[in-house]
Nanobody, 127 residues
Framework: QVRLVESGGGSVQAGGSLRLSCDVS????????LAWSRQAPGKGREVVAA???????YYTNSVNGRFTISNDNTEFAVDLQMNNLKPQDTAMYYC?????????????????????WGQGTQVTVSS
């Protein structure tokens, strides 16, 4: 059974940084797309970044240049480095996995394509 566990959330002031980690266990496939998504209070969930087994990276416009998604090659873990955080980045952050299809620019942001989700980690950015 595939399991995703997020960690690294917390509270920071605007301009600060946080690093989230998504630990993946139970996955034995070769191709995948793993996304970081977020849901702010009263808003829908959105994908902010995705990384696949080919090391292709995708970012939504609002985080491009500030967030970096990367793969920890020592184990199956995908990190999200978040710099220059803004109050509008405040949300619950979730990682999600889909397989065997890798990420594609025209569908990496479609939430329904992801079959496995973590429990989430809270990020709060104060002004």
């Amino acid at each position: 059974q595939v399991r995703l566990v997020e960690s690294g959330g917390g509270s920071v002031q605007a301009g600060g940084s946080l690093r989230l980690s998504c630990d993946v266990s139970g996955f034995t496939g070769r191709e995948y797309c793993l996304a970081w998504s977020r849901q702010a209070p009263g808003k829908g969930r959105e994908v902010v970044a995705a990384l696949d087994s080919w090391d292709s990276e995708y970012y939504t416009n609002s985080v491009n240049g500030r967030f970096t998604i990367s793969n920890d090659n020592t184990e199956f873990a995908v990190d999200l480095q978040m710099n220059n955080l803004k109050p509008q980045d405040t949300a619950m952050y979730y990682c999600a996995l889909r397989a065997p299809r890798p990420c594609f620019r025209d569908d990496y942001a479609i939430l329904e394509r992801y079959g496995t989700w973590g429990q989430g980690t809270q990020v709060t950015v104060s002004s």
